[in-house]
């Protein structure tokens, strides 16, 4: 269901630094435009990873329920946390998105593929109900909307990160040929839904989705729906190196989840069992934690929508 509602006052957070620079260079156009439309928006700009989370956490606190996250899935990812973080959050939040970062995977779950549509939907005041992912780990707990990976994933973007990053989405495929010279088969033993026995078959990798698409234009779930109470999770086996690079163009077509050895279940919960840390994928951004487990939320945010 899509609602309408009347309020222009948004507390928006600027992450300059997202999409190698692009936001910081884009982002006084497209609020100025806004402004010039009757927005009243509070702007804060971050200066350090970790900041978004720490500015939408006090904004939250002191009364802000409508925000907007300017910059990459990862700006949304810190701005989602940091209002949930906020120990008065009463599942009331609406976030906006202007995507002017690399991946921007989330928002074509909700048909906006481009700049202008973003800013159409701010103006129509139109916003979908939105499951959020919790997250509990070995020290806390986490929240996301788009999709938590691990195994080449998570190895992959991590590399991507470090060497490639100014090189956009190409980045990844290019930290991928590298990653697959160490190709490994981890076994992540978890239940779904509390299933029994434990998964503990060794896969490539593993990802949990609330939305359709990563990495941009990647169609990592295409059963996925973003309001529908349950996680999507794309398993691939343990594939070789040529199996990996062969099965990698599908997964922009979404055709993967057809080939052998890949698999697309549902839950609403899943237990990890006696895991060790590990580098997790979160909304693009690469963290190193011991899962426990995933639980969602359901509607628990509303988004600005086409």
């Given amino acids: 269901m ?52 720490s500015l939408a956490r006090a904004a939250y606190m002191d009364g802000k329920r409508q925000f907007l996250a300017v910059g990459g899935d990862g700006t ?8 949930f973080a906020a120990p008065n959050f009463a599942s009331d939040l609406s976030l906006g998105l202007l995507p002017l970062g690399t991946g921007n995977s989330f928002l074509r779950d909700f048909r906006i593929t481009t700049d202008q ?5 701010l103006r129509s005041q139109r916003r979908s109900p939105c499951d959020v992912i919790r997250l509990h780990h070995r020290t806390g707990q986490l929240v996301y909307m788009n999709l938590l990976s691990m195994g080449l994933s998570a190895a992959v973007g991590a590399h991507a990160n470090q060497h490639f990053k100014r090189f956009g989405l190409t980045g990844y495929a290019m930290a991928l040929v590298a990653r697959l010279v160490d190709l490994k088969h981890p076994v992540y033993p978890l239940r779904i ?3 029994a026995p434990a998964d503990t078959r060794p896969c490539t990798l593993l990802s949990f989705c609330n939305s359709q698409y990563t990495g941009g234009t990647m169609h990592m779930a295409p059963g996925a729906n973003v309001c529908d109470g349950y996680l999507d999770i794309v398993r691939v ?24 050895g890949i698999e697309q ?6 237990t990890f069992e006696a895991m060790n840390e590990i580098d997790l ?4 951004e690469v963290v190193h934690l011991a899962p426990h ?14």
């Fill in 2 to 53: 899509t609602s309408v509602g009347s309020s222009r006052s948004f507390f928006c957070i600027v992450n300059e630094a997202a999409g190698g620079g692009r936001c910081g260079r884009r982002a006084r156009a497209f609020l100025d435009q806004l402004q010039h439309d009757g927005f009243d928006l509070t702007i804060a700009t971050t200066t350090a990873p970790g900041h978004a989370t």
């Fill in 265 to 270: 279940t549902r839950a609403q919960r899943v």
């Fill in 76 to 83: 949304a990812f810190e701005v989602l946390n940091g209002a």
């Fill in 117 to 121: 549509q973003a800013l159409d939907a």
């Fill in 293 to 306: 487990s995933l639980e969602v939320v359901a509607g628990a945010l509303e988004i600005f929508a086409a």
């Fill in 281 to 284: 994928m979160i909304d693009g």
């Fill in 237 to 260: 086996g343990a594939f070789s190196r040529w199996q990996t690079l062969r099965s990698f163009p599908s997964i922009y077509r979404g055709t993967h989840v057809h080939q052998p």
């Fill in 193 to 195: 839904d509390d299933a």
